[in-house]
């Protein structure tokens, strides 16, 4: 899912002709400035979205996140039914104080069938 996510966030950037690194790119600017793993990703487990929902705030960053790609998609008719259906997870979840990792991906999988 996270790869057809990725893709969908791609064809949008293209097709609104707006400029991206690709993965590799970005890799060989970071450099090694900035490394997952080790102690402090032991202390973190997971990113901003999962770190919101584990807090319980109520609010997720989603509408800032799958909600571009999904905008950008409706402005020049690309399909992202995978940033959609995160983006309106990622809410519910937070809405209803949801812990990360609660819904089975089979589940989230089958919402896409």
Do not use: K
């Amino acid at each position: 899912m996270q790869q057809r996510a990725r893709r969908e966030g791609v064809e949008c950037l293209e097709a609104a002709g707006i400029d991206a690194v690709t993965p590799e790119e970005d890799a060989a600017r970071r450099g090694d400035r900035f490394q997952w793993g080790g102690s402090a990703a032991r202390s973190r487990p997971g990113a901003s979205s999962w770190q919101s929902l584990a807090r319980g705030t109520g609010s997720i960053e989603a509408d800032y996140l799958n909600g571009e790609i999904v905008l950008l998609g409706r402005l020049h008719g690309v399909a992202t039914p995978v940033n959609a259906l995160l983006q309106g997870l990622a809410q519910r979840m937070a809405r209803e104080g949801l812990a990360p990792g609660s819904l089975a991906f089979g589940d989230l999988a089958q919402q896409l069938a």
